[in-house]
């Protein structure tokens, strides 16, 4: 076991060496700019492009001409809301989505508010879903647009999102997912799930940052937020990074082959740590539901602690709080209020992200260094008191 120990893989993931090794040969010798169609380096770098989109769109049931390549879930999630909402003016300006997104989908549609679409950001039930029926009841005919994450960055939750997108489009709107957790960690199917757009970002699934995905779905209209040469069908101009896509689609093939059996060892290790937790400390409960849950991911708070004292305490394992990190002051993470914690709860939380390169005696280290963490937090102020037949004591005292 090296320390410090990494258990923070809803904020990135460390890039599999076999990615690397994979991508390596792109910067010194495949340096070809995949538009160029006169000559070797430029066929040899559109190659390697055509099977990373091919990768990538299998790992989520899509045909590759529906894969535009992004610079990750953020701009996928941009280019999905502002880009379906103008391109739908003509339809309707409603779009609807849950309290407990992503900031990447949550500032967004702030904009297009500002600008004159209708935004309804519905409440999730207190496991962190939402519930199917509170969408149908939340469709106009003005709604063009659903747009729902599969899984939550904080608590790990998996939505309903088949039955979500049931719901949007019988009311006829289009749905859309932002799948950054969720790609590569469970199975995903665009054309089983009735999903329309669907954001992945390959640095949350072992591959580098900057570089991600929009899938749009065959024959629907969106407006660029980046106009140019006309790359990606013209949905996402400039030059593609292709040491990072061919980066994402090892990454997405690795994921694919080794989902199901990486599933069940982080489940394991997962349900190792929330037994040890739970048989070491009280008052100790998880957010969010345990069973529609991502396998690696487990979100708790710790009752009669301070959220600050517990991070500082935590110094040699990498976890989130539930505390958002705004410039100066520690917000309350929205989504644990949006379960109904209060605010001192929602600080005293952890997240754990466990991830492909976690062992057992990780595990096993983090649930001993919590106890004791939490013990010694809990404990009361100690009164330094001596007492005459205290064995520290040297022979001489008191005489
Ligand atoms: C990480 C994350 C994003 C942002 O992805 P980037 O590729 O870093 O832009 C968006 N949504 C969710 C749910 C995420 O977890």
Request: aromatic share 10%; charged share 15%.
């Given at each position: 076991m090296t320390l410090p120990i990494y258990m923070d893989g809803h904020a990135t993931t460390r890039v599999d060496p076999r990615v690397v090794a994979a991508m390596?040969?792109?910067?010194?010798?495949?340096?070809?700019?995949?538009?160029?169609?006169?000559?070797q380096f430029g066929w040899a770098a559109r190659d390697a492009v055509v099977e990373s989109r091919s990768a990538v769109a299998r790992l989520i049931g899509a045909?590759?001409?529906e894969v535009v390549f992004t610079s990750g879930a953020t701009e996928s999630n941009n280019l999905a809301l502002k880009g379906v909402m103008d391109a739908s003016r003509a339809h309707g300006n409603h779009i609807v989505t849950a309290c407990t997104e992503h900031r990447a989908i949550l500032d967004p549609c702030a904009r297009l508010e500002q600008q004159g679409v209708a935004v309804s950001y519905l409440p999730v039930r207190g496991d962190g879903l939402l519930d199917p029926n509170t969408l149908a009841s939340a469709?106009?005919?003005?709604?063009?647009l659903v747009s729902v994450m599969s899984?939550?960055?904080?608590?790990g939750v998996l939505q309903p999102i088949v039955d979500l997108a049931r719901v949007a489009r019988s009311g006829g709107a289009l749905f859309h997912t932002d799948a950054a957790q969720a790609a590569g960690k469970v199975q995903i199917d665009v054309a089983r799930d009735g999903i329309d757009l669907l954001s992945l970002t390959a640095h949350k699934l072992y591959g580098p940052k900057g570089i991600g995905a929009l899938f749009v779905r065959r024959g629907l209209t969106l407006t660029p937020l980046v106009d140019g040469g006309g790359h990606e069908l013209g949905l996402r101009s400039g030059t593609l990074n292709v040491p990072a896509i061919v980066g994402f689609g090892h990454a997405a093939g690795l994921c694919l082959a080794e989902m199901g059996e990486e599933a069940v060892r982080m489940t394991r290790l997962r349900d190792r740590l929330w037994q040890g937790l739970r048989g070491s400390l009280t008052g100790v409960s998880v957010n969010g539901s345990m069973t529609a849950r991502l396998p690696h991911s487990l979100n708790v708070t710790v009752d009669g602690v301070n959220g600050e004292q517990l991070l500082i305490g935590l110094d040699d394992v990498a976890v989130s709080s539930g505390a958002a990190c705004s410039s100066s002051r520690r917000e309350p993470s929205h989504v644990l209020q949006a379960l109904g914690l209060p605010e001192a709860a929602a600080q005293a939380s952890i997240r754990f992200g466990l991830g492909r390169f976690n062992t057992e005696t990780d595990i096993d280290y983090v649930i001993e260094k919590l106890r004791s963490l939490v013990t010694r937090l809990r404990a009361p102020v100690q009164v330094f008191q001596l007492e005459d037949d205290d064995p520290e004591l040297p022979p001489a005292w008191g005489e």
């Open positions: 390596v040969p792109f910067f010194g010798e495949h340096y070809g700019n995949a538009a160029s169609r006169h000559h045909t590759s001409r469709l106009t005919p003005a709604t063009v899984a939550n960055n904080e608590i």
